[in-house]
């Protein structure tokens, strides 16, 4: 597969580049921070989407490299927004999301690697949240715990990515060590109606007061329109994201929208 064998020389000349995609504050309309979405600019294919080659990163251990390369510029991109950003304390600094691939939450490296692009970038742990899926925590013992659980004590946010999909046990939610529940996006197409199906309603409205009397806080994704959102914010969801308020674009981007409603 020609993806497949250009992957590893791909990292090495530059060929990935990362897009932002906002996270905005459902109460008052703040961009809050962004989630970090990479993308490879392939010198025949074009821009190819992470579902194009992750699962190729995955399978041929790429993807630890990689990860890291995005963890990196991410936390550095965060740092260029705080350092902008320095008069619009109101709305606290912004922070950046970012994924990781269930194959580098069993790499050993996980917990020393972040800890030194954090300490590297000097920027506080706080600053940052990484995404896991719900379906690599099913059924996590205490092994893939551990490193997740020092970087919570750290100070990282975890959150917990498609929540919704993976049937997770809700009691299990317990033992992990997430603070952000991010709803799958199919529970914001349920809300394309305005009013939404009353069952629909009453779902998100017991997975969030669930989540909230948990101390987790709530994320929606794919919110579209102007309803969604408005129906998300009242069942009291905390922030969202999604084409409503901006596409995955370049940083600069992301700026000027936090520099319009700081
Ligand atoms: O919007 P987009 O098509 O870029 O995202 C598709 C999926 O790719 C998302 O669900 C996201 O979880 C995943 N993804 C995007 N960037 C990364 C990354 O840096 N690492 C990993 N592991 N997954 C990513
Ligand atoms: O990590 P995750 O799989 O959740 O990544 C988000 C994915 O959802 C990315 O592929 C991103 O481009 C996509 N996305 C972001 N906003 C929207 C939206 O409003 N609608 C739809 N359909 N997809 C979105
Ligand atoms: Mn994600
Ligand atoms: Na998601």
Redesign the pocket.
Known sequence: HGLTTALPTALERGEFFI?Y?PLVHLGDGSVRGA?A?VRWLHPQHGVL???RFIPLAEHTGLIVPLGRWVLEQSVRQAREWRELHGGAEAMGPLRINV?LSPCQLTHPGLVQDTVDILERTGIEPDALCL?V?ESALIGADDDLLKPLRRLAEMGVDIAL??FGTGYSNLANLRRLPVSIL?L??SF??SMQQFPADPVDLKIVEGIVSLAHSLDLAVTV????TGAQAEQLRILGCDTA?????A??GPPERLHELALVDA
Not at 221 to 224: F, L, N, R
Not at 241 to 245: A, S, T
């Open positions: 897009e995609q989630e979405l989407g992470p579902d994924n995404e899926t990515d498609d991010k799958d996006r914001t197409q994704e794919g919110v579209e994201q999604g084409w409503y308020y596409r995955p």
